[in-house]
């Protein structure tokens, strides 16, 4: 069974950047679509940003033109870079397949990856 870990969280003033990295077990990062999804206390999980099998990104309006999407095939590894972030995007964020906008995987998620935006 493939796994995804994601990385480099962490505390950011308002208005600053984060890259957070998703790392996978296996092939799957090419192999389907996959998004980053995030959720903030007391809140359900979102998706954020969808790469396809083939490349195509697509953002949520919260995030578009803010987020960037990519992977690394080669290193099985697929990335999030945040920028002008918000005290609202504070949120745990994970990767994971990501075949439809309206709902969520029912397994496969990784431990998370803790943004805090704050002053």
């Known amino acids: 069974q493939v796994q995804l870990v994601e990385s480099g969280g962490g505390l950011v003033q308002p208005g600053g950047s984060l890259t957070l990295s998703c790392q996978a077990s296996g092939s799957i990062l090419s192999a389907y679509n996959m998004g980053w999804y995030r959720q903030a206390p007391g809140k359900q999980r979102e998706l954020l940003a969808v790469?396809?099998?083939?490349?195509?990104?697509n953002y949520a309006d919260s995030v578009k033109g803010r987020f960037t999407i990519s992977r690394d095939n080669a290193k099985n590894t697929m990335y999030l870079r945040m920028n002008s972030l918000k005290p609202e995007d504070t949120a745990v964020y994970y990767c994971?397949?990501?075949?439809?906008?309206?709902?969520?995987?029912?397994?496969?998620w990784g431990p998370g990856a803790q943004v805090t935006v704050s002053s």
């Open positions: 994971n397949r990501a075949e439809s906008w309206f709902s969520v995987p029912v397994s496969g």
């Open positions: 790469i396809t099998s083939v490349g195509n990104t």
